[in-house]
């Protein structure tokens, strides 16, 4: 017979999980215990905060497609855990967490670091609203049962993480029942699409003169990027992106328009709006994607109409309504479509969008005009995309970056351009800070040949400054790349832009004088043991810099000194954010504010009269 923790050490090796990241405690030893056992045996990582242990796994399925394990103590260490879970739950990524608890017998009688006030045990709620099952495991029995329903759920449907709560001797009690063959407990295959909606959507492709694909994080999750790609170059059909959407067709084809939505492009952001029809592929059409439903900044659905493609179905007609809607796997539905459209019908469809192609070469040559002064600033501090083009000189098109919110997350969504699926990995509409730095610990354990970048922030990287730690622990090769300007600034240019004025978004020395505050990053990282670690002191220093910390085979660090000058720091805004200015806004801000709610789509209100946004007028 063997422990709980045994069965779950050899259950989680046979449902291929490759290591498990966490801390121990005095919740989760008897189960971590049973990993130095052979045939239990399985690597673990040591992190140094449990929400980095849950960020990595996240990662890790973003990269790599496939789930990961985190464990932690009970407590303390489990609640940790939270906002790393949110984040997964909320951009659709499968994980496990395991969490200790307190033995069965001692529930509800006020133990050491339980919750137990409303519920015995409380703790099991907490992570309710995070994950897509929670399961607390109160017999060794039905560890089994459990294990197996926990991966037939990360594993099937749209993606989330999984909670599996196991108390402490539950953990330690003996069970002959052995872990169950996972191809025994999933189904075979994906979800196909209703062969009706794929024949009324076709017609919807072919006759449209300007269509328009916007792609999201479903389409990298279902790895339809062959797909796609034949489908758009048959038909002709230019492809717009979200924030996780970004890489599943190169940036560098003809048929990219760019990013979508506040933080997007005008290209995108022109040939959604002017779309006839919008096919979207695993998108959520967030706030943010679609500039708060603002008709004519992003989209104007109506009057496009969309097909919506999504594994969901509650994601169906969500935020807008649908011409058809397509329940099945992004990829899969996309195969359906190509073999529903012969090579006569392709053709002349793909002819009809001609003068929309000429529409996006016109765009692009506007847009590069545009931006250029943010991508060749050639003083120090320097502009954030001038950082990202140098970035891009020298990152091979495999390159994996990971990237923390903030303007860095931005400027990389718009301006950053991604050649292959799974090597932008961000945190999309929860976006929280803390993520990347865990992230590029994750993709670098997955994808070891690869080389990894971490675009983050200074404030960011505060967050989690922690995990140098572990990167010099276990020789983890990523490149930091802190773009600091030594505050919160996009905060700060928020506030200053609805409000007319800022507070406790910067960083600054004390005495008044605004003077700007900043750790010192490189000997930061020395302290951690990092031998690369360097503040660059021009522009032609960065490109050099960076190929140098990639070729120093182990963890290195790169700061780049970012101004704060809000009309060239960062991504340029192109789209529209629903925020509520307070009464004291400036006049301006209040009006727009206005006129844009009542554009607002999502809630189904009449807009046929709002006049559509010039979108290259847009744009400054």
């Given at each position: 017979m063997k422990?709980?923790?045994?069965?779950?050490?050899?259950?989680?090796k046979a449902y291929g999980v490759p290591y498990v990241t966490g801390i121990p405690g005095h919740g989760n030893w008897n189960l971590i215990d049973a990993f130095n056992d052979p045939g239990s045996d399985i690597p673990v990582v040591q992190v140094m905060h449990e929400q980095a242990a849950v960020h990595i796994a996240d990662a890790h399925f973003r990269v790599t497609g496939h789930p990961l394990a985190s464990c932690t103590s009970i407590g303390p260490g489990a609640a940790n855990t939270i906002m790393a879970l949110a984040n997964a739950y909320c951009d659709s990524t499968s994980l496990l967490l395991i969490t200790g608890a307190?033995?069965?017998?001692?529930?509800?009688?006020?133990?050491?670091?339980?919750?137990?006030?409303?519920?015995?045990?409380?703790?099991?709620k907490v992570t309710e609203h995070?994950?897509?099952?929670?399961?607390?495991?109160?017999?060794?029995?039905?560890?089994?049962?459990?294990?197996?329903?926990?991966?037939?759920?990360?594993?099937?449907?749209?993606?989330?993480?999984?909670?599996?709560?196991?108390?402490?001797?539950?953990?330690?009690?003996?069970?002959?029942?052995k872990y169950q063959e996972l191809s025994k407990r999933i189904p075979t295959g994906l979800q196909r699409a209703d062969s009706l909606a794929i024949e009324q959507a076709i017609p919807l492709l072919l006759e449209a003169e300007r269509a328009c694909i916007v792609?999201?994080?479903?389409?990298?999750?279902?790895?339809?990027?062959?797909?796609?790609?034949?489908?758009?170059?048959?038909?002709?059909?230019?492809?717009?992106?979200t924030w996780n959407g970004k890489g599943c067709l190169p940036e560098d084809h003809p048929m990219n328009a760019g990013t979508v939505g506040w933080p997007?492009?005008?290209?995108?952001?022109?040939?959604?709006?002017?779309?006839?029809?919008?096919?979207?592929?695993?998108?959520?059409?967030?706030?943010?994607?679609?500039?708060?439903?603002?008709?004519?900044?992003?989209f104007s659905i109506p009057e496009s109409k969309l097909i919506q493609v999504d594994i969901d179905p509650r994601e169906i007609g969500k935020n807008y309504p649908v011409?058809?809607?397509?329940?099945?796997?992004?990829?899969?539905?996309?195969?359906?479509?190509?073999?529903?459209?012969?090579?006569?019908?392709?053709?002349?469809?793909?002819?009809?969008?001609?003068?929309?192609?000429?529409r996006l070469v016109k765009l692009w040559d506007q847009w590069n005009q545009l931006m250029e002064p943010r991508r060749s600033h050639r003083k120090i501090p320097t502009t954030m995309l001038t950082t990202l083009r140098?970035?891009?000189?020298?990152?091979?098109?495999?390159?994996?970056?990971?990237?923390?919110?903030?303007?860095?997350?931005s400027s990389t969504k718009q301006d950053f351009p991604v050649y292959e699926p799974r090597t932008h990995i961000t945190p999309g509409s929860y976006s929280p800070m803390g993520f990347a730095l865990p992230a590029a610990i994750a993709a670098k354990l997955a994808k070891p040949e690869s080389p990894v970048v971490c675009i983050i922030g200074d404030g960011d990287f505060m967050m989690c400054v922690q995990e140098l730690a572990t990167c010099v622990a276990y020789d983890i090769a990523v490149v930091f790349l802190i773009l600091n300007n030594a505050g919160y600034i996009s905060i700060r240019d928020g506030q200053d832009a609805l409000m007319g004025r800022n507070i406790m978004s910067e960083f600054?020395?004390?005495?008044?004088?605004?003077?700007?505050?900043?750790?010192?990053?490189?000997?930061?990282?020395?302290?951690?043991?990092?031998?690369?670690?360097?503040?660059?002191?021009?522009?032609?220093?960065?490109?050099?810099?960076?190929?140098?910390?990639?070729?120093?085979?182990?963890?290195?660090?790169?700061?780049?000194?970012?101004?704060?000058?809000?009309?060239?720091?960062?991504?340029?805004?192109?789209?529209?954010?629903?925020?509520p200015p307070v009464p004291t806004a400036p006049q301006a801000v209040l009006d727009d504010y206005a006129a844009g709610f009542e554009a607002e789509q999502h809630q189904g209100r009449d807009t046929s009269s709002v006049v559509l946004v010039n979108a290259e007028g847009a744009v400054g």
């Open positions: 422990t709980v923790g045994h069965l779950i050490g050899r259950a989680l307190s033995s069965t017998h001692m529930r509800g009688h006020g133990v050491m670091q339980e919750l137990d006030r409303e519920n015995t045990p409380d703790f099991t995070v994950t897509k099952r929670n399961f607390d495991m109160i017999t060794a029995d039905s560890a089994p049962f459990i294990l197996h329903r926990a991966f037939n759920s990360m594993m099937t449907g749209r993606p989330g993480p999984v909670h599996v709560n196991i108390p402490l001797d539950v953990q330690s009690a003996e069970t002959d029942i792609v999201g994080g479903g389409a990298i999750t279902s790895n339809a990027s062959t797909q796609l790609r034949r489908v758009v170059e048959r038909l002709g059909i230019p492809v717009v992106f997007g492009s005008l290209t995108g952001n022109t040939m959604a709006i002017e779309a006839d029809v919008v096919m979207s592929l695993g998108c959520k059409f967030t706030d943010w994607s679609s500039s708060s439903w603002r008709k004519g900044v992003s011409e058809v809607g397509i329940v099945a796997d992004i990829a899969l539905a996309l195969e359906d479509l190509d073999a529903g459209i012969s090579d006569d019908q392709a053709q002349k469809s793909y002819q009809r969008r001609v003068l929309q192609h000429d140098e970035l891009r000189k020298v990152l091979p098109r495999n390159g994996i970056v990971t990237v923390g919110s903030g303007h860095p997350q600054s020395l004390p005495g008044g004088a605004n003077q700007p505050y900043s750790v010192q990053f490189p000997a930061l990282a020395k302290s951690f043991g990092l031998d690369f670690a360097t503040q660059v002191q021009s522009v032609d220093e960065i490109g050099a810099s960076i190929k140098a910390a990639l070729a120093s085979g182990g963890p290195a660090l790169v700061e780049v000194p970012i101004t704060r000058d809000v009309n060239i720091a960062a991504a340029n805004v192109v789209g529209w954010w629903d925020f």
